[in-house]
Nanobody, 126 residues
Framework: HVQLVESGGGSVQAGGSLRLSCATS????????MAWLRQAPGKEREGVGA???????LYSDSAQGRFAISRDRGKKFLYLQMNGLRIEDTAMYFC?????????????????????WGQGTQVTVS
Protein backbone atom coordinates (compact mmCIF):
# COMPACT_ATOMS: atom_id res chain seq x y z
CA HIS A 1 0.00 0.00 0.00
CA VAL A 2 1.37 3.37 -1.04
CA GLN A 3 -0.21 6.69 -0.29
CA LEU A 4 0.47 10.37 -0.90
CA VAL A 5 -1.16 13.06 1.22
CA GLU A 6 -0.74 16.74 0.45
CA SER A 7 -1.00 19.58 2.93
CA GLY A 8 -0.07 23.23 3.27
CA GLY A 9 -2.45 24.76 0.79
CA GLY A 10 -4.50 27.84 1.54
CA SER A 11 -5.25 31.41 0.54
CA VAL A 12 -2.36 33.82 0.13
CA GLN A 13 -1.82 37.29 -1.22
CA ALA A 14 -0.15 37.86 -4.55
CA GLY A 15 3.59 38.09 -4.06
CA GLY A 16 3.45 35.92 -0.98
CA SER A 17 4.93 32.51 -0.26
CA LEU A 18 3.60 29.11 0.61
CA ARG A 19 5.12 25.69 1.23
CA LEU A 20 3.31 22.54 0.28
CA SER A 21 4.12 19.19 1.84
CA CYS A 22 3.48 15.68 0.63
CA ALA A 23 3.66 12.85 3.13
CA THR A 24 4.43 9.44 1.67
CA SER A 25 3.57 6.11 3.21
CA UNK A 26 4.22 2.58 2.12
CA UNK A 27 7.16 1.38 0.08
CA UNK A 28 8.48 4.08 -2.24
CA UNK A 29 11.92 2.57 -2.73
CA UNK A 30 11.10 1.95 -6.36
CA UNK A 31 9.97 5.46 -7.21
CA UNK A 32 11.57 7.10 -10.22
CA UNK A 33 10.34 10.65 -10.18
CA MET A 34 8.22 12.59 -7.76
CA ALA A 35 6.48 15.72 -8.84
CA TRP A 36 4.06 18.48 -8.11
CA LEU A 37 1.37 19.11 -10.65
CA ARG A 38 -1.57 21.45 -10.62
CA GLN A 39 -4.96 21.86 -12.18
CA ALA A 40 -7.15 24.92 -12.34
CA PRO A 41 -10.90 24.58 -12.98
CA GLY A 42 -11.59 23.99 -16.64
CA LYS A 43 -7.92 23.61 -17.49
CA GLU A 44 -5.62 20.70 -18.19
CA ARG A 45 -3.49 19.33 -15.41
CA GLU A 46 0.08 20.56 -15.81
CA GLY A 47 3.43 19.79 -14.28
CA VAL A 48 5.01 22.31 -11.92
CA GLY A 49 8.19 20.61 -10.78
CA ALA A 50 9.76 17.18 -10.54
CA UNK A 51 12.69 15.57 -8.77
CA UNK A 52 14.47 12.32 -9.60
CA UNK A 53 16.28 9.77 -7.44
CA UNK A 54 19.52 11.72 -7.73
CA UNK A 55 17.92 14.93 -6.56
CA UNK A 56 17.92 16.61 -9.93
CA UNK A 57 15.00 18.94 -10.42
CA LEU A 58 12.90 20.05 -13.34
CA TYR A 59 10.51 22.98 -13.43
CA SER A 60 7.95 24.41 -15.74
CA ASP A 61 8.77 27.76 -17.30
CA SER A 62 6.26 29.41 -15.00
CA ALA A 63 7.72 27.86 -11.85
CA GLN A 64 11.38 28.33 -12.75
CA GLY A 65 13.00 30.85 -10.43
CA ARG A 66 10.00 31.03 -8.12
CA PHE A 67 9.33 27.49 -6.93
CA ALA A 68 11.64 24.88 -5.44
CA ILE A 69 10.94 21.18 -5.08
CA SER A 70 12.77 19.02 -2.56
CA ARG A 71 12.65 15.72 -0.70
CA ASP A 72 13.91 14.70 2.71
CA ARG A 73 16.78 12.25 2.96
CA GLY A 74 14.51 9.34 3.68
CA LYS A 75 12.17 10.32 0.85
CA LYS A 76 9.30 10.34 3.27
CA PHE A 77 8.28 13.89 2.41
CA LEU A 78 8.11 15.93 -0.75
CA TYR A 79 7.99 19.72 -0.55
CA LEU A 80 7.18 22.56 -2.86
CA GLN A 81 8.32 26.00 -1.77
CA MET A 82 6.43 28.64 -3.70
CA ASN A 83 7.59 32.25 -3.72
CA GLY A 84 6.35 35.27 -5.58
CA LEU A 85 2.91 33.74 -6.00
CA ARG A 86 0.72 35.04 -8.77
CA ILE A 87 -3.01 34.92 -9.34
CA GLU A 88 -2.47 32.45 -12.16
CA ASP A 89 -0.90 30.04 -9.68
CA THR A 90 -4.35 29.42 -8.23
CA ALA A 91 -5.06 25.71 -8.66
CA MET A 92 -5.38 22.37 -6.98
CA TYR A 93 -1.87 21.09 -6.40
CA PHE A 94 -1.16 17.38 -6.54
CA CYS A 95 1.74 15.30 -5.35
CA UNK A 96 2.56 12.43 -7.69
CA UNK A 97 5.06 9.64 -8.17
CA UNK A 98 6.18 7.43 -11.05
CA UNK A 99 7.10 3.87 -10.14
CA UNK A 100 7.49 2.25 -13.56
CA UNK A 101 10.06 2.34 -16.34
CA UNK A 102 13.83 2.68 -16.13
CA UNK A 103 15.15 3.31 -12.64
CA UNK A 104 17.04 6.39 -13.79
CA UNK A 105 15.21 8.32 -16.41
CA UNK A 106 14.59 11.97 -17.12
CA UNK A 107 11.61 13.27 -15.21
CA UNK A 108 8.71 14.51 -17.24
CA UNK A 109 6.24 17.28 -16.66
CA UNK A 110 3.24 15.67 -18.29
CA UNK A 111 0.68 14.09 -15.94
CA UNK A 112 0.60 10.81 -17.88
CA UNK A 113 4.12 10.04 -16.65
CA UNK A 114 2.86 9.54 -13.10
CA UNK A 115 0.88 6.61 -11.78
CA UNK A 116 0.51 7.37 -8.06
CA TRP A 117 -1.36 10.46 -6.97
CA GLY A 118 -2.43 12.29 -3.88
CA GLN A 119 -5.83 13.90 -3.56
CA GLY A 120 -4.57 17.45 -3.85
CA THR A 121 -4.43 20.63 -1.80
CA GLN A 122 -6.00 23.90 -2.90
CA VAL A 123 -3.90 27.01 -3.40
CA THR A 124 -5.70 30.30 -3.94
CA VAL A 125 -3.80 33.50 -4.71
CA SER A 126 -5.57 36.84 -4.62
Amino acid sequence: HVQLVESGGGSVQAGGSLRLSCATSGNFDSDRCMAWLRQAPGKEREGVGAIDRSGRTLYSDSAQGRFAISRDRGKKFLYLQMNGLRIEDTAMYFCASSTTGALYQPCEMKPSAYNVWGQGTQVTVS
